[in-house]
């Protein structure tokens, strides 16, 4: 009996969390009006209409260019900051790794009224630009907590080494620290492309015009539920479940081995 539960409640968990999921997806390939039972299908009429709207598909756009953008600047700058602050003795360090680390803890919704607030008194109009930024700034703690920890000491005893091999700064980090540290950097940038991609809170804060898929999806929940928003949900799952296997074949598999 004991031996049994553990299973059980394994199948539970994998229910509860899937199952709506798996809702989501039957209800996209429904021939009728409504997501909602008896299940007509299946078809792909609902795909060809979302595929085919050009509204959905420049929302797509934006979002693929506000995640990988938004995700490689807030890599990068992750990086620099757990290079400073790992190799380093800076005053107050322990403060500024609190202070880099702080906005995980803060609800996304107070950061992104604090971004509009500052944004609109620079004088910056609302765009996929402004939403990019709230996006790095949301995504920058988790690059920088990625990379920070796996800093260690192998990585250091290896650029003492190209320096006494006569390195310059440059070359011990393009050359050194980045090719050791890849699996880290790679893992936070898909971890904030995944964030990054159906984030809805800043997005929709920081967008007037030009939105995002999430944004989008929301202004056609307005109007009722439709098979058209499952075969959209649909897509937005199967691109993120395609990140997350990206990751775990080229970052976590290299990593182990």
Do not use: C
């Amino acid at each position: 009996m004991m031996r049994v539960l553990p299973w059980v409640y394994l199948a539970v968990a994998f229910v509860f969390i899937y199952l709506p999921v798996a809702t989501l997806v039957l209800f996209s390939f429904q021939d009728g009006q409504l997501p909602v039972p008896p299940f007509n299908g299946p078809s792909l009429r609902w795909y060809a209409d979302v595929l085919g709207d050009s509204r959905l598909t420049a929302a797509l756009i934006n979002s693929v260019l506000v995640a990988f953008g938004a995700s490689l600047i807030a890599v990068t700058l992750g990086f620099l900051a757990a290079y400073g602050l790992a190799r380093h003795v800076l005053p107050g360090s322990a403060l500024i790794r609190a202070l880099l680390i702080a906005p995980l803890t803060v609800s996304y919704l107070i950061v992104g009224l604090g971004l509009l607030i500052v944004l609109t008194q620079a004088g910056l109009g609302l765009s996929l630009m402004t939403a990019g930024i709230g996006h790095v700034v949301i995504n920058l703690p988790l690059a920088f907590a990625i990379i920070f920890a796996a800093m260690g000491a192998q990585q250091q005893n290896a650029e003492r080494a190209a320096r006494d091999l006569g390195a310059n700064e440059i070359q011990v980090i393009l050359l050194v620290t980045v090719p050791m540290l890849a699996p880290a950097i790679g893992a936070a940038f898909f971890l904030s492309m995944t964030f990054s991609w159906d984030e809805f809170i800043i997005a929709f804060l920081l967008t007037r015009f030009d939105v995002t898929l999430p944004v989008e999806i929301w202004s056609m929940l307005r109007s009722g539920l439709s098979p058209r928003l499952n075969a959209i949900g649909s897509l937005v799952f199967l691109v993120s479940i395609a990140v997350v296997l990206t990751l775990e074949l080229f970052v976590f598999r290299k990593r182990r081995a």
